[in-house]
């Protein structure tokens, strides 16, 4: 019996050794075939587990980066990428209102692989409570409203301010203020400012990263008459009529309404305040002056007020048409100049008593022939007229055809187209001027003429008389 037990026994260590080889073997052969691989990645974190109304202040980073290393078959290390890791921060047990280090847990898909201790191993977070809370406003009045008139309970909408952020920040905040300023108002003030907060402290407190239901408020402040006070518009009472041509372009007063007080039954019944009668009979200006107010019985200024008005006056516009000779400047003794037209049409706008009283004479039109030489020319005329307010609407033609020549004196004229006479058969008589002709004196020419005369009496006798200054060849 002993002796079977230990052949069984010494079989079994013979089975477990040889199990064991073997697995060595197959071991050793499949790191000879598939060896490890280490490989670095980098993974984005995810953070869980946020309690709600609990805002994270802390690391600023949504999916803030993990380094993992990770090691294995090469066969299976090869084939994983970052979908296969996932890091989670887990925020759960995290408490609220200071800085906590959270582990960054590793998971991986593939069991087959060794993870190291991933880079950072922890984050710090810091988690805040979220608040909502309704901050009041308050309305700042600066100045006053005018005399006479009184300021009613303002309103403003809305009147609180929600505000949402974390408890830190919202109960920094103590109120919200609005601030209006009055300048002697005498109507009703609709403003929408913009609201400034306070910290419990009574400083400026900065709103950034809170949510606001609104950043402006409406603010109405009502203001009306007082009961013995009303505010009157100023008419003016012209009299008379401007003088022919001219007409009241408009009437302004300065202030155009004024401040009265009486007694509260005579200012409820309708009344008008207008000035003292101001004759404008004759005028052809613009008239300013400081006139007084004419006001009903019971009724007085609630303070002395310097009352200036103007009327603008101006003159009826209309057009006139003259038709005025050119006048030629600039052309010189040895120039002569042909224009064509003589005339132009000239049309002028502006003020008919100016048109009414403007001569032809005033009206001047010139062509300016300054330093030009002989040619052909077409030139536009200027017009000059008074500076009287008037604007030249036309001229026709606008354009003026101008030839220039020079001036042909007569002892050129006769030089240039010398005459060949006949005196006798054969014989020729050149009249000319200066030196064209040979030289001879009066009495030798006047001989020569008087010999031949007799053959030609009729074509030579009126010929006699002009020869002293001329010659004959």
Known sequence: MMRVARSLIANLVTLILSFILAVIIWVNAMQVDDPDLKRVLQIPATFVGLPEDVTRLSPADDNPPVLITYEGPTSIVSALDQTDFTAIIDLSEVPLGSDVTVPVEIQAENTDIVLEAPIPETVTVRLEKLVTREIDVQLDIRGDVARGHTMGEPLIDPPVITVT????EVDLLDFAQVTIFLNDDTQTRIESPQALFFNRQGRVASVSGLQLNTEQVEVTIPINESADFANKVITADIVGEVAPGYRVLGVTIEPSSVLVT???????????VQTEPIDITGLTETFQDQVSLDLPIGITLDSVTEITVTVQIEPFSSTKIYNQPIELLGITET????????????????PSPVLDTLTEQEVRVTLDLFDLEPGEYALEPDVDVPDRGLELRSIQPAVIEVVITEVMTPTEEITETESLLPIAPGLLLVVGAGDTAASASPAVLSSSVQAVSTQLPILIQPIVAWLPNHKII
């Not at 120039?335 to 502006?350: D, M, W």
């Open 335 to 350: 120039l002569e100049a042909t224009i064509s037209p003589n005339t132009v049409r000239v049309v002028l706008f502006g």
């Open 262 to 272: 009486g007694l509260p039954t005579r200012l409820a019944q309708p009344f008008r």
């Open 165 to 168: 952020g974390t408890e830190t």
